[in-house]
């Protein structure tokens, strides 16, 4: 059990480290917008997307729709 402890633990550390660097970037971006300047939210979308992506989305059912009287 003590590799997969120190497996898990290294993923812990990881997203954490990933944690703050995002927010960090996020400060760094708000910063921008306080300045009037516009940012580039590239890196910063692809990061998302990339978290995002980490789960597949589960579709969501639409209830059928009532008829018209």
Known sequence: ?????DAVD???AQLGKAKDEIVAEVAA????VAA???PDLTALKAAA????DLNVDVPVE????????
């Open 29 to 32: 971006l708000e910063a921008q």
């Open 36 to 38: 009037g300047e516009t």
């Open 49 to 52: 997307q990339a978290l995002d």
């Open 62 to 69: 639409e209830p059928p729709a009532e008829p018209t009287v």
């Open 10 to 12: 290294q993923v812990v």
């Open 1 to 5: 059990m003590g590799a997969v402890q």
